[in-house]
């Protein structure tokens, strides 16, 4: 994983990480999850 902030890389076991580890920026894929889940809920 890559983090945008900060621009540390470390290895991920989870494959959508919350937060980057070194400076616990969130990450974009909570924002994926929140359309998902707006999606959801509009069908
Ligand atoms: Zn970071």
């Known amino acids: 994983m890559k983090c945008k902030k900060c621009?540390?890389?470390w290895e991920s076991r989870?494959?959508?990480?919350?937060?980057?580890?070194?400076c616990k920026n969130r990450?974009?894929?909570e924002i994926v999850k929140n359309?998902?889940?707006n999606l959801k809920e509009v069908m």
């Open 7 to 9: 621009l540390y890389l």
């Open 14 to 22: 989870v494959r959508e990480p919350k937060a980057c580890p070194r």
């Open 27 to 29: 990450l974009d894929y």
């Open 35 to 37: 359309i998902n889940n």
